[in-house]
């Protein structure tokens, strides 16, 4: 069975950093695709960053501010926020693909959630 386990999140200051970690079991992974979401309080989730053979990618708002990478073992997905600003408060959640059902919604595992909360 497949299971997301985020860890990580907490309270920051503005122009602060914190590093989200997804532990992820129950099937190899390096061919998966993985990505990180979030939700703030009365708006739409968003897709943050992800991870698949040959390619990673971050939205335009968190471009040059949050990197998304895996470990070598393929067992946890991070997320470095760097320079965060009160408009990342958000509830962050990983998701999991696998590999031939990349980009379908009804095949996306997730995991519970942590939340990031940046204080101007």
């Known amino acids: 069975q497949v299971q997301l386990v985020e860890s990580g999140g907490g309270w920051v200051q503005a122009g602060g950093s914190l590093r989200l970690s997804c532990a992820v079991s129950g099937a190899s992974f390096s061919r998966w695709c993985l990505r990180w979401f979030r939700q703030a309080p009365g708006k739409e989730r968003e897709?943050?960053?992800?991870?698949?053979?040959?390619?990673?990618y971050v939205t335009d708002s968190v471009k040059g501010r949050f990197t998304v990478s895996l470990d070598s073992a393929k067992t946890t997905l991070y997320l470095q926020m760097n320079s965060l600003k009160p408009e990342d408060t958000a509830m962050y959640y990983c998701?999991?693909?696998?590999?031939?059902?990349?980009?379908?919604?009804?095949?996306?595992?997730w995991g519970q959630g942590t939340q990031v909360t940046v204080s101007s």
């Open positions: 998701a999991a693909n696998p590999p031939d059902a990349c980009y379908v919604d009804f095949r996306r595992f």
């Open positions: 897709m943050v960053a992800g991870i698949q053979p040959g390619r990673t």
